[in-house]
């Protein structure tokens, strides 16, 4: 027998198997432990506290991060925004008003620089970009550019389209040089006078046949009127680019009477834009045709 007591401990693992000493030693190690780990536990706690501390401080420094000046400008934010949100009909009425309105005095102002936009080029006047032949605007005596290509193929495809509804379509005068036009004009005149010759023939580099753009179809005379080549003429030319140049009772206008048999090539778009205007091409240009003489 051995004087060394077994004292029996609440720790299971423990229970039995250490002697006093040893479980003094044993208490002792776990206080220091506690102590070293309620000292961690302090340092710890400290160094949380002053990161608050900085974090407040530093919050109570700069005024614009404190919670309540940034409720603050949320509200303001807010308020702001309720007042946009509020004005915004009103606003946007009155803008869409203000750009509608330029809108529409652009437009205007366009229109008017696009009815006087003349220009001269090589002698020749194009109003708008469209090659302008009349009473006014002459060509020059030297301008022999043939039939335009592009007024010829948008012939051939219409005579094409008329041929299918049974009617023969063709050109009877097409281009004429500023000398042909000459020797026309000049027989007229000898025949029937320069004011009649001037309401049905143009004088020399006044005839739209010098520019290559315009072509008599079939008959030029007015027996040509009320034919079925005549209506079909003027009810489909447009379709292929071209319009009646001188229209019933548009003479004050284009200088020429009647002629449902002359046309002139546009292009689809324009021929359109013209036709659908119900304006001669001097009025959809806002020029006139009217002889320097007369
Ligand atoms: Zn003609």
């Excluded at 614009?64 to 949100?85: D, G, H, L, R």
């Excluded at 008329?162 to 042909?180: Q, V």
């Excluded at 359109?272 to 001669?280: I, P």
């Amino acid at each position: 027998m051995t004087d060394k007591k077994i004292y029996i401990t609440p720790d299971n693992e423990n229970k039995g198997r250490y002697s006093r000493q040893e479980l003094v030693l044993i208490t002792k190690f776990k206080a220091i432990a506690c102590m070293i780990l309620f000292a961690v536990a302090i340092v710890v706690c400290l160094k949380v506290a002053r990161n608050l501390n900085v974090q407040g401080e530093a919050t109570a420094k700069s005024p614009e991060a404190q919670p309540e000046p940034v409720y603050k400008s949320t509200q303001v934010t807010k308020e702001s925004t309720a007042s946009v949100t509020t004005a915004k009909p009103s606003n946007e009425k009155e803008d869409e008003a203000a750009i509608a309105s330029k809108k529409k005095e652009a437009e205007k102002k366009q229109e008017k620089t696009k009815k006087h936009k003349t220009e001269v080029i090589d002698g020749i006047t194009y109003v708008d970009g469209i090659l302008v032949a009349n009473k006014t605007y002459s060509l020059p005596a030297d301008y022999d550019p043939g039939l335009d290509p592009k007024a010829e193929a948008a012939f051939k495809k219409m005579a094409k389209a008329a041929e299918k509804d049974g009617l023969y379509l063709f050109i009877c005068s097409g281009y004429r040089s500023y000398y042909t036009q000459t020797e026309l004009y000049n027989s007229y005149v000898w025949s029937y006078g320069v004011k009649a010759t001037d309401r049905f023939s143009a004088r020399p580099g006044h005839s739209e046949h010098q520019s290559g753009l315009a072509m008599d179809i079939n008959l030029a005379a007015d027996a040509f009127d009320g034919t079925p080549e005549a209506k079909w003429l003027a009810k489909h030319c447009v379709e292929y680019g071209f319009i009646i140049r001188y229209k019933k009772d548009k003479e004050s206008v284009t200088g020429f009477k009647y002629e449902p048999w002359h046309i002139r090539y546009l292009g689809v778009e324009t021929a359109k834009k013209v036709e659908a205007s119900g304006l001669a091409l001097e009025e959809y240009l806002g020029i006139d045709s009217v002889y320097k003489e007369d």
